[in-house]
Nanobody, 121 residues
């Protein structure tokens, strides 16, 4: 069984920083792209940042220059360093990984349970 477990959310003042972590565990043969999405109340889930196994990155325009995504392939872990946070960054942040479980023939997308990030003004 594969699990993605996030940590690092919380309440922070505008201008502050938070670091999110997400570790994939279980019977995993290989992990391809990993990423972070977020969903604010009343809005659709949106991509925040993504990173390939080879460390190519992609960011939404709203977080470019403020957020940095990175990963540790040995630990199947992805990180999101969030600086200069704004109230509009308030959302539930979800980790995503495209991975191949051990013994399976099909790559699939897996999701974490979500972690709340709240930025006060």
């Amino acid at each position: 069984q594969v699990q993605l477990v996030e940590s690092g959310g919380g309440l922070v003042q505008a201008g502050g920083s938070l670091r999110l972590s997400c570790a994939a565990s279980g019977s995993i043969f290989s992990v391809n792209a990993m990423g972070w999405y977020r969903q604010a109340p009343g809005k659709q889930r949106e991509l925040v940042a993504a990173i390939t196994r080879g460390d190519s990155t992609n960011y939404s325009d709203s977080v470019k220059g403020r957020f940095t995504i990175s990963r540790d392939n040995a630990k199947n872990t992805v990180y999101l360093q969030m600086n200069s946070l704004k109230p509009e960054d308030t959302a539930v942040y979800y980790c995503n990984a495209r991975l191949l479980p051990t013994g399976r023939m099909k790559w699939d997308d897996y999701w974490g349970q979500g972690t709340q990030v709240t930025v006060s003004s």
